[in-house]
């Protein structure tokens, strides 16, 4: 097996797993009760809320655990109750169907067109600010393509005139550096499985000052903004694999990177016609999304997942459905070349053997459509 989709979740770190399985066995105390089972439960939360921060830039006040990136990014937007909200055209679909949720509870929302190159302009953002605007959300670094958008120049513009920023750094976090205070941002939100810790621990860093009404009634978890029992093991989780992220992310960005360079210049060598979509200046280590002219990238994931190999042709959030990606659709791809695209995503457990097996089998497969053709 050779797993080539870690923008789509990552394995979890060996240290990270023996770390978190005491709080699954022995420790499994509910953090809330205040016997000593469940005292050494709410200090692991609580230390693994200070290495979220230090690994961020921000204080552990500041720092609110949920189910995963896309509650986190749904609470964000939901909290918007009648201003306006701008946002762009290549979000994940927890932030852009949270906000056709609320457009049709009245609220507006400019979405933002982006270059060719998956980038959007502060020029569009100056020309979208209005009187009412109440919230901007961008992300960080897209899923499906790695763009890094200019938050740092969205910030000064937005600080000037007191308007929210929030930013989805999902895909971001534990790849590239991330600090909050450099950002400038209000609201950012992650999720440990993109990082190697465990599924279903998300991460939102609110500033202090910022409010947002409660998500989950029922108890004070959370400081009474999300109740409910603490899944501990996967706080546990998140703590140690954003440490381990951030402490091996320079030697992993430069390796990832070799990866991506060898990928491309391997199947360009054999097929000259493959559009590289996003942009390659500003793009996250570890990510490549190619156009394969004549094919549909559907073929090709499924010729190299009979060959063991994973990767995908979209978000994970939307596989399954016949549609172009939203996200290439964006970037002016015709809807025929949107569908013949995949993503190779590589993570830490890859090498660069596997990154020669997965050029020669996609050059093949493509080879043997043709053919079949």
């Given at each position: 097996?050779?797993?080539?989709?870690?923008?789509a979740t990552?394995?979890?770190?060996?240290?990270?797993?023996?770390?978190?399985?005491?709080?699954?066995?022995?420790?499994?105390?509910?953090?809330?009760?205040?016997?000593?089972?469940?005292i050494?439960?709410?200090?692991?939360?609580?230390?693994?809320?200070?290495?979220?921060?230090?690994?961020?830039?921000?204080?552990?006040?500041?720092?609110?655990f949920t189910?995963?990136?896309?509650?986190?990014?749904?609470?964000?937007?939901?909290?918007?109750?009648?201003?306006?909200?701008?946002?762009?055209?290549?979000?994940?679909?927890?932030?852009l169907d949270?906000?056709?949720?609320?457009?049709?509870?009245?609220?507006?929302?400019t979405y933002?067109p982006?270059?060719?190159?998956g980038?959007?302009?502060?020029?569009?953002?100056?020309?979208?600010?209005?009187?009412d605007?109440e919230?901007?959300?961008?992300?960080l670094a897209?899923?499906?393509?790695?763009?890094?958008?200019?938050?740092?120049?969205i910030?000064e513009?937005?600080?000037?005139?007191?308007?929210?920023?929030?930013?989805?750094?999902?895909?971001?976090?534990?790849?590239?550096?991330?600090?909050?205070?450099e950002?400038?941002?209000?609201?950012l939100?992650?999720?440990?499985?993109?990082?190697?810790?465990?599924?279903?621990?998300?991460?939102?860093?609110k500033?202090?000052?910022?409010?947002?009404?409660?998500?989950?009634?029922?108890?004070?978890?959370?400081?009474?903004a999300?109740?409910?029992?603490?899944?501990?093991?996967?706080?546990?989780?998140?703590?140690?694999?954003?440490?381990?992220?951030?402490n091996?992310?320079?030697?992993?960005?430069t390796?990832?990177?070799?990866?991506?360079?060898?990928?491309?210049?391997g199947i360009?060598?054999?097929i000259?016609?493959?559009?590289?979509n996003?942009?390659?200046?500003?793009h996250l280590?570890?990510?490549?999304?190619?156009v394969?002219?004549?094919?549909?990238?559907?073929?090709l994931?499924?010729?190299?997942?009979?060959?063991?190999?994973?990767?995908?042709?979209?978000s994970?959030?939307?596989s399954g459905?016949?549609?172009?990606?939203?996200?290439?659709?964006?970037?002016?791809?015709?809807?025929?070349q949107?569908?013949?695209a995949?993503r190779?995503?590589y993570g830490?457990y890859?090498?660069?053997?596997e990154?020669?097996?997965?050029?020669?089998?996609?050059?093949?497969a493509?080879?043997?459509?043709?053919?079949?053709?």
């Amino acid at each position: 097996m050779i797993y080539a989709d870690n923008a789509a979740t990552t394995k979890i770190s060996a240290t990270v797993l023996e770390k978190m399985l005491p709080f699954l066995q022995e420790q499994y105390g509910n953090a809330s009760s205040q016997y000593s089972l469940g005292i050494s439960a709410k200090c692991a939360v609580e230390q693994a809320r200070q290495q979220v921060a230090v690994a961020i830039g921000a204080e552990s006040s500041e720092i609110v655990f949920t189910s995963g990136g896309s509650e986190s990014n749904s609470w964000v937007l939901s909290s918007v109750s009648n201003g306006h909200i701008i946002t762009s055209s290549i979000e994940h679909y927890s932030v852009l169907d949270a906000c056709h949720s609320l457009e049709r509870n009245g609220i507006d929302v400019t979405y933002l067109p982006v270059d060719c190159k998956g980038r959007v302009s502060l020029d569009s953002i100056k020309e979208a600010i209005r009187s009412d605007t109440e919230l901007v959300s961008i992300m960080l670094a897209n899923n499906e393509i790695g763009a890094i958008q200019p938050i740092d120049e969205i910030r000064e513009y937005l600080r000037e005139r007191g308007i929210l920023f929030h930013t989805d750094a999902v895909q971001a976090v534990g790849k590239i550096p991330v600090n909050v205070k450099e950002l400038g941002v209000d609201l950012l939100t992650a999720s440990s499985h993109k990082f190697n810790g465990a599924k279903g621990t998300g991460i939102l860093y609110k500033r202090n000052g910022v409010s947002l009404p409660p998500l989950i009634f029922g108890g004070e978890q959370e400081r009474g903004a999300r109740a409910g029992t603490e899944n501990v093991a996967g706080i546990v989780a998140a703590g140690y694999a954003i440490s381990e992220s951030v402490n091996d992310m320079t030697a992993m960005a430069t390796k990832l990177s070799a990866f991506v360079q060898a990928t491309i210049c391997g199947i360009r060598a054999k097929i000259p016609s493959i559009v590289i979509n996003g942009d390659e200046n500003n793009h996250l280590p570890g990510i490549v999304n190619i156009v394969f002219d004549g094919v549909t990238g559907e073929s090709l994931m499924h010729l190299l997942n009979l060959k063991g190999i994973f990767v995908s042709t979209s978000s994970a959030c939307t596989s399954g459905n016949d549609k172009p990606s939203h996200v290439l659709m964006a970037l002016g791809l015709t809807e025929q070349q949107a569908k013949s695209a995949i993503r190779i995503s590589y993570g830490r457990y890859n090498n660069m053997n596997e990154v020669k097996i997965i050029v020669d089998t996609i050059c093949n497969a493509y080879n043997k459509i043709l053919a079949a053709k």
